[in-house]
């Protein structure tokens, strides 16, 4: 077992794990932090999306050990003091989401999106979500959601 010393969402936090655990498995089974959905196990749907020192990846793909001394950011941190991001205001308010298994990665991938480009094309968007796969909504509500919380997020109305 592994003692590893981290942040998450901006607090210190410790945990055990074993030495082929994943970020993801340690999030959820060891420190209850179910947000951060398990989808395939092998990074190809975006589904466990979390930020790791500031770069955004696939939690399946990411050893918990790796997390030591660094910075984790996940779908529990987006909310401030119980009021709602905008971009969780956004997607429910423009029924950007249908089952929730995909939902948190694409909020986390979005807020990433959104910290380094606060104006992005709906191209940008697309692209930047491409990692994140739904098989439920089609897309078009979720870009939307990004596009209006990124003009709130600037000022503008939506």
């Known amino acids: 077992m592994r003692h590893v010393k981290t942040t998450i969402n901006g607090e210190r936090s410790e945990f055990l ?12 089974d060891v420190l209850q932090m179910t947000g951060t959905k398990e989808g395939c ?3 190809d749907c975006g589904a466990c999306s979390v930020v790791f020192n500031g770069r ?4 399946c ?9 660094g910075q984790v950011e ?3 941190g987006i909310a401030e003091e119980g009021v709602l991001h905008p971009l969780q205001r956004h997607f429910l308010d423009e029924a950007a989401l249908q089952c929730g ?3 948190p990665g694409f909020l986390v991938a ?3 999106l959104l910290e380094q480009n606060a104006d992005p094309t709906e191209t940008e968007v697309r692209f930047w979500l491409a990692g994140n796969l739904c098989r439920c909504t089609g897309y078009d509500k979720i870009i ?6 990124a003009a709130e997020m600037r000022g503008e109305t939506s």
């Open 17 to 28: 794990c074993d030495d082929g655990q994943t970020l993801l498995e340690a999030l959820r």
């Open 41 to 43: 196990g092998t990074g």
């Open 56 to 59: 955004l990846v696939c939690s």
């Open 61 to 69: 793909l990411v050893l918990a050990a790796e997390a030591e001394g």
């Open 74 to 76: 996940t779908v529990e």
């Open 101 to 103: 298994i995909c939902t």
């Open 110 to 112: 979005a807020k990433n």
């Open 144 to 149: 939307r959601a990004v596009l209006d919380a």
